[in-house]
């Protein structure tokens, strides 16, 4: 493991060459990115742009880019940096001369890893309460760990067929989305207590660049059969890439600076979606 968003940190890949990387540890924490733009776009963004770029200079066979259902519309600086490092992929599959298969796979909340509210709800249910939601109407798309993993390796299988080259994002239909509120009762009640008696759920209100509903297409990418049962796929907007190197390049000035305004202005000239009131 290396810092990606750092060149001189990578020389290693050169010379090992990588065969079939993937990418994703990265930030994904919503709740501390609106504090830090910067962060969010230098991990998520800058990095990966990076690194796509390199792994075609190198020739790999695949590469896939884990993104998030909140890149969508997005309304928060995680959800537009991960939009924007989408647009990298597709900006590099299409580049003159690649070779490299790109492709990004979008999650919904995976169900006991590390950010989900799972442990969350479980280490307050142990201590007695409260547990805390932030709206009583949020609902959320949920996925097991198993299903993550099935859905790379099969978009990655699938993408490597001739069948649809043109397709870059894969999606897991995840069935209904689930009220959170009803999440935490139904926890409090499997630990043999009942919610408002034994244990108290406390509403602590909506975070910035929080939304009630997530959603796994934009209106302007509508959902593209695959062939594949439970996955689907979308064919959003595509960047030239001249187009995103300028936007790349003034993020990387801005950030240099620390200059917000600017971080978000270009934010918004490259995701026009980005809820004005995002944070």
Not at 74 to 102: D, I, Y
Not at 146 to 152: F, G, K, P
Not at 257 to 275: H, M, N, Q, W, Y
Request: glycine share 6%.
């Amino acid at each position: 493991m290396v810092e990606a968003t750092e060149a001189r940190h990578l020389v290693g890949l050169q010379l090992r060459r990588p065969h079939e990387p993937g990418l994703g540890a990265q930030v994904r924490e919503a709740e501390r990115l609106p504090r830090q733009p910067a962060e969010a776009l230098k991990n998520n963004t800058l990095a990966t742009a990076l690194l796509t770029r390199l792994a075609s200079e190198l020739g790999v066979a695949w590469f896939v880019f884990i993104s998030t259902d909140k890149a969508i519309n997005p309304t928060s600086v995680m959800g537009c940096s991960k939009r924007l490092a989408e647009m990298a992929l597709q900006a590099q599959q299409a580049a003159p001369g690649n070779r490299t298969r790109f492709l990004a796979v979008r999650f919904g909340n995976v169900l006991g890893s590390s950010g989900s509210v799972i442990p969350v709800f479980r280490r307050q249910i142990a201590q007695g309460g409260p547990v805390t939601v932030t709206h009583p109407d949020m609902v959320r798309y949920f996925m097991t760990i198993r299903e993550a993993c099935d859905l790379v390796l099969t978009a990655a299988t699938h993408a490597l067929t001739p069948a649809r080259p043109d397709v870059s994002v894969y999606v897991l239909n995840m069935g209904q989305p689930v009220k959170i509120v009803e999440l935490a009762e139904r926890m409090i009640r499997l630990s043999g207590l009942e919610p408002g008696i034994d244990i108290e759920v406390v509403f602590t209100g909506m975070r910035p660049g929080e939304r009630l509903n997530e959603i796994l297409f934009a209106s302007e990418e509508p959902a593209v059969e695959i062939g594949v049962a439970g996955i689907m796929a979308a064919k959003p907007n595509e960047p030239p890439m001249q187009t995103l190197c300028k936007w790349l390049a003034a993020l990387e000035e801005a950030i240099a600076r620390d200059d917000r305004s600017t971080i978000r202005a270009v934010l918004k000239d490259a995701v026009p979606e980005f809820g004005s009131n995002a944070a």
